[in-house]
């Protein structure tokens, strides 16, 4: 089982910043890929950024310059530091693993899902 604790989802303010967590825990490894998706109402979801465990990052074209994707490996946990936020960037966002390897992919999880309202 693989459980996906996020936190550090809130209110704030256009320009500010917020950083979010996702601790992982269970039968988690091998670890593929980690990363962040979000959704806001009456969209799909889509990718905000990932990172593989040889360190590869992604990010969507919306969020690069301003959005800074971050793991710990010691502690099974993924950060992403959210910088010069925008009304644009409200949204649920949810932490993703992908565990197993390129040749053996052997599931996807998700979080629960934070709320990131920016707003005045």
């Known amino acids: 089982q693989v459980q996906l604790v996020e936190s550090g989802g809130g209110l704030v303010q256009p320009g500010g910043s917020l950083r979010l967590s996702c601790a992982a825990s269970g039968n988690i490894f091998p670890i593929y890929v980690m990363g962040w998706y979000r959704q806001a109402p009456g969209k799909e979801r889509e990718l905000v950024a990932s990172?593989?465990?040889?360190?590869?990052?992604n990010y969507a074209g919306s969020v690069k310059g301003r959005f800074t994707i971050s793991r710990d490996n010691a502690k099974n946990t993924v950060y992403l530091q959210m910088n010069s936020l925008k009304p644009e960037d409200t949204a649920i966002y949810y932490c993703?693993?992908?565990?197993?390897?390129?040749?053996?992919?052997?599931?996807?999880?998700w979080g629960q899902g934070t709320q990131v309202t920016v707003s005045s």
């Open positions: 993703h693993l992908r565990r197993g390897t390129p040749a053996s992919l052997s599931g996807d999880y």
């Open positions: 990172t593989t465990g040889g360190g590869t990052t």
